[in-house]
């Protein structure tokens, strides 16, 4: 993340009140621009309080991206929970044969525009 000039702090155990304060601080000390998460976790399958993430972010102009891949879309709405953005490894078990490779995002026009931008211009499958 570096080469990219991103400063990144990671966390374990969500929802654990030091989780929470600790993302508080977070969000106070520095300029946040992307909070992102797996939920569930991947392997632990601990599963985020979305809404309260969202809320807190929102609040200091985070952005929240949530990697839902383990729960499916079927079960986990996270746009609907407050999330801007949602990621599904479609490798898994929305392809469930272990035979596909691929993938999904979901947000406003306006944030997957600008992935899809930056897609053209990393020359990533888009
Ligand atoms: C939660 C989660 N998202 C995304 C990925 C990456 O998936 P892919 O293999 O399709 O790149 C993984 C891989 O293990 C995962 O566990």
Same mark, same amino acid.
């Given at each position: 993340?570096?080469?990219? @000039?991103?400063?990144? @702090?990671?966390?374990?155990?969500?929802?654990?009140?030091?989780?929470?304060?600790?993302? @508080?601080? *977070? !969000?106070?000390?520095?300029? /946040? =621009?992307?909070?992102?998460?797996?939920?569930? =976790?991947?392997?632990?399958?601990?599963?985020?309080?979305? @809404?309260? /993430?969202?809320?807190?972010?929102?609040?200091?102009?985070? !952005? /929240?991206? /949530?990697?839902? =891949?383990? *729960?499916?879309? !079927?079960?986990?709405? *996270? !746009?609907?929970?407050?999330?801007?953005? #949602?990621?599904? &490894?479609?490798?898994?078990?929305?392809?469930?044969?272990?035979? #596909?490779?691929?993938?999904?995002?979901?947000? &406003?026009?306006?944030?997957? &525009? *600008?992935?899809?931008?930056?897609?053209?211009?990393?020359?990533?499958?888009?």
């Amino acid at each position: 993340m570096q080469k990219y @000039e991103v400063d990144q @702090e990671q966390r374990d155990t969500p929802n654990s009140l030091e989780y929470v304060d600790a993302l @508080e601080h *977070a !969000l106070d000390k520095n300029e /946040v =621009t992307l909070f992102f998460t797996e939920s569930p =976790t991947n392997p632990f399958l601990r599963c985020v309080d979305i @809404e309260l /993430v969202s809320k807190l972010c929102h609040s200091k102009g985070t !952005l /929240v991206c /949530v990697d839902g =891949t383990f *729960a499916t879309p !079927l079960n986990q709405k *996270a !746009l609907a929970l407050g999330a801007d953005i #949602v990621l599904h &490894s479609a490798t898994k078990y929305i392809a469930g044969h272990n035979d #596909v490779l691929g993938g999904c995002i979901s947000g &406003s026009e306006k944030l997957i &525009s *600008a992935v899809r931008t930056l897609h053209n211009i990393f020359g990533w499958c888009s």
